[in-house]
Each structure stands twice: as C-alpha cells, then as structure tokens.
C-alpha cells in the first residue's frame, strides 16, 4: 500500500462547477499535511496546509479526518485557471521530527469553458 | 529573485557519465531537500539536510547518487555513471526550518535526460 494514495482522476469539470479529491495516508503518526499545486511542467507550490479543525481559503476548503486518516480538497465555482495536478502531501516522519513529505500521486484537474 | 535557484534547468548526457545538479536554497532557510519526479510519477524523495545535522539519505536510490551542502546554503546533488532509468526532473526545496509544518518552497527543477 502506498503511504499517500489519492484519486486517480482525472476529472474534467465545468467552469462554476464544484470538485472534490480525496486522500488517504497510512501512518497514524502523521503530523502535517498539505495540499500541493502543480502546472504542467512546472514546480510545485504549495495551495494550502490542512489542519484538524478543517480551514478554508477562498474558494478552497480542506478537511482532514485523522481517525479514517483521510484528507479532503473541496474547490467551489471552479476557474479555468484550477486547472493543474493537485498533490495530497503528508509528512510521513510522524511526531515532531522534520518535514520529510510524502507526496501523492496527484489527481489531475481540467477546467472547460 | 528571491526563490530557489536550480541549474542547470536542462541537462543532456550520454549514459555513463557523471551529472552534477546545483540548488540554491531561499536565503536564511535552514532545510533543504531534493526531490525527484520521473514521467507521470508523484515526487520521491531523496535526501535532507538541516544545518548541520548529518543528512537524511534514505531516499538515495543507489550508491551513485550523492549530494553535500557547504556551508549550509548551496547544495550539489551528484550522480555518478548515469543510467537511463535516471532520467527524470530533479527538483529541490527549501523551508525555514525542521518542523513538520513548515512549507516547502520549489525552484523549477532541473530536467536531466540520459540518452
């Protein structure tokens, strides 16, 4: 089993539409998580963290359920300037040691007209 | 500008021959990672340094890869009689410290083709 999975995708929506990717990690000791962006042929950057009680930024929302060990990217009125892979990212170090991140594979998004 | 710095951002080799990457990690950031992601893959780590701890090489695929940061800022990732398989972007990334929490920032990577 891989340490962070995530939906294969991808998914292709409208502009306005509402997506939502799911991932699932497997260490319980995780501490940090994060949810990556990346363009085509690009770095990735880093969209926002995800923290227990749920947060929220904008149009995005994420949710993170440590006892299913699932974490959640909810992106509302969808633009077509989403479009990019978005990478589910754990720090798989677990306890307070450093940030050792264990990326996703990542889910593919496009946004049509 | 004041992100991370990666050269070369492209590099053609013949099989056989030594590579050398170069990061320049944001100014005052103590960690320093690389990464790297080969065709359709996600990002696999390679190795970390912070300050001056000795580093984490767990991610090292094999004994021709290795890297050293001088100084605490610039690092060099060095792979040695390079195979096809190497072939893939090799990105790396600073933060302001060890903790879990902390994001990292990515420079653009170089892409390294084995022919």
């Known amino acids: 089993r891989k340490e962070v999975e995530q939906d294969p995708g991808p998914f292709n929506v409208p502009e306005g539409a509402t997506v939502a990717f799911n991932c699932t990690y497997s260490n319980s000791a995780s501490q940090s998580f994060f949810w990556y962006r990346q363009d085509c042929r690009k770095e990735p950057k880093l969209l926002m963290s995800?923290?227990?009680s749920g947060n929220e930024d904008g149009r995005f929302t994420a949710q993170l359920n440590r006892a299913s060990q699932y974490i959640s990217l909810l992106i509302r009125d969808s633009k077509l300037s989403d479009s990019a892979t978005y990478l589910c990212?754990?720090?798989?170090?677990?306890?307070?040691?450093?940030?050792?991140?264990?990326f996703g594979q990542g889910t593919i998004l496009t946004v049509h007209p | 500008g004041a992100g991370v710095s990666q050269s070369p951002s492209n590099k053609v080799t013949e099989k056989g021959k030594d590579v050398e990457l170069r990061c320049d990690p944001i100014s005052g950031h103590t960690a320093l990672y690389w990464y790297r992601q080969s065709l359709g893959q996600g990002l696999e780590f390679l190795i970390y340094f912070q300050g001056n701890s000795a580093p984490d090489k767990s991610g090292l695929p094999s004994d021709r890869f290795s890297a050293e940061r001088t100084g605490g800022s610039v690092s060099t990732l060095t792979i040695q009689r390079t195979q096809q398989e190497d072939s893939a972007v090799y990105l790396c990334?600073?933060?302001?410290?060890?903790?879990?929490?902390?994001?990292?920032?990515f420079g653009d990577g170089t892409r390294l083709s084995i022919l």
């Open positions: 995800v923290y227990s």
């Open positions: 990212v754990v720090n798989t170090a677990g306890g307070t040691s450093y940030g050792k991140l264990t």
């Open positions: 990334a600073s933060s302001p410290g060890p903790g879990s929490n902390q994001p990292q920032h």
